[in-house]
């Protein structure tokens, strides 16, 4: 149930950062957000939990209110917390 659960949020992950990253506009930050993302499909595959993605999940939410209401410094805030605590996150369990 867990590998099913990790393929599904794996794909909207994907799909979640993808989106925004095409919509930016610049694409060689698009380029190496796909590269970056490859790294991070195989750490969810190895390394997560139900709690860490519902983590996520409400990070992903947070970005996207800041996006529909237009509000960029917001979105930037809200983008710039998601990746520091997967970095830490990921660190925290390769170390």
Not at 15 to 32: S, V
Not at 64 to 85: Q, T
């Amino acid at each position: 149930e867990f590998e099913e659960w990790i393929a599904h949020w794996t794909e909207f992950d994907e799909r979640f950062h993808g989106e925004i990253a095409a919509a930016c506009g610049n694409r060689r930050l698009a380029q190496d957000i796909r590269r970056y993302r490859l790294i991070h499909r195989g750490f969810n595959h190895v390394s997560t939990d139900y709690n860490s993605l519902q983590s996520a999940l409400e990070e992903h939410v947070e970005i996207l209110d800041a996006l529909s209401a237009r509000d960029p410094s917001a979105a930037r805030a809200a983008m710039e917390r998601h990746i520091k605590n997967w970095q830490r996150y990921f660190v925290e369990r390769f170390q």
